[in-house]
């Protein structure tokens, strides 16, 4: 059975840093995409970053120049590192892995940003 497990999350102050990381245990087989989203209370699910195929990766408008997604294939973990931190940064992080049949979810990491 695969599972997606998120951490990493917390409380920072705005400007502070973060790194999330998302361990997927069992093999997926055929990925195509992975991500990273997040919602705040009231909010709708977003993209944040994505990693597609060949390794580009996208970023939302809002993070761009902040986070930044990797992967390590050989961990089968995916990481989001997220600098200069901002209020609107709070949100449950969720990872999403793709493959040809599926996608995967985790439970998602708490991260709030405030002083």
């Known amino acids: 059975q695969v599972r997606l497990v998120e951490s990493g999350g917390g409380l920072v102050q705005p400007g502070g840093s973060l790194r999330l990381s998302c361990v997927a245990s069992?093999?997926?087989?055929?990925?195509?995409?992975r991500g990273w989203y997040r919602q705040a209370p009231g909010k709708e699910r977003e993209l944040v970053a994505t990693?597609?195929?060949?390794?580009?990766?996208n970023y939302a408008d809002s993070v761009k120049g902040r986070f930044t997604m990797s992967r390590d294939n050989a961990k089968n973990t995916v990481y989001l590192q997220m600098n200069s931190l901002k209020p609107e940064d709070t949100a449950i992080y969720y990872c999403?892995?793709?493959?040809?049949?599926?996608?995967?979810w985790g439970q998602g990491t708490q991260v709030t940003v405030s002083s």
């Open positions: 990693i597609i195929s060949g390794g580009s990766t």
């Open positions: 069992g093999s997926i087989v055929g990925v195509t995409t």
């Open positions: 999403n892995i793709q493959n040809t049949y599926r996608s995967y």
